[in-house]
């Protein structure tokens, strides 16, 4: 029988348990490969972060993300501000990222944006306007990541929108929401995160 052999960091420990019933439980490894594989029928690590209130203040942070991360969704409910400068979201690796993005959006009652300092997620807001909906942000490579949306507007349309970002100068380690001016306060909604 072949060796099995797990290797740590300096201190802790991995234990692989038996099935507490009697029977056969098979991890197959694809033969021939190399570097990281991923083993079928193992579900994946989807990590929750915890919900933060989009009722004040000018920005909201998520970080301490891991950098084994290759996709983070955003998820909004309900999230209105007091103006009308639209929600931006924005990446970074130990800091934020405020340059050499492209992000457009579209809105289905016409309004068009498009940003160069993160991934919007509205095309025209209004105050108080709830908005709802997730923005998938995901790992092309060399720390460059791409971005979908898709926004719901209470009482008025929705919209989709799409983009990528610049590479980062190391692993994403954190996501900021926020409006395109940075002074527009956040009054109602909740905000979080998955990654995985």
């Known amino acids: 029988m072949a060796n099995i052999a797990i290797s740590g960091d300096t201190s802790g420990a991995i234990t692989l348990a038996a099935p507490a019933v009697s029977g056969t439980s098979t991890l197959t ?32 942070d998520f970080t301490g993300i891991p950098s084994w991360v290759k996709k983070i969704t955003v998820m909004f409910s309900g ?30 009652s016409g309004a068009t ?36 949306s898709g926004v719901a507007v209470a009482g008025n349309s929705g919209g989709t929108g799409g983009g990528t970002s610049s590479a980062l100068g190391g692993a994403l380690d954190r996501v900021r ?3 395109v001016n940075g002074t527009d306060t956040f009054d109602a909604g909740s905000i979080n995160i998955l990654y995985e």
């Open 79 to 108: 999230v209105s501000t007091n103006g009308t400068s639209n929600i931006l979201v924005q990446i970074g690796s130990g800091s934020v990222t405020t340059s050499g993005y492209q992000s457009a959006i579209y809105q289905y």
């Open 177 to 179: 929401v926020t409006t």
């Open 29 to 60: 490894l694809p033969s021939g490969a190399s570097g990281t594989i991923a083993a079928q029928g193992v579900s994946t690590n989807i990590v929750s972060g915890t919900a933060q209130a989009s009722t004040s203040g000018t920005s909201i």
């Open 113 to 148: 944006a498009s940003s160069t300092a993160g991934f919007l997620f509205t095309a025209a807001i209004t105050a108080a306007g709830a908005h709802s909906g997730s923005m998938i942000l995901t790992l092309l490579n060399n720390n460059l990541w791409t971005e979908m």
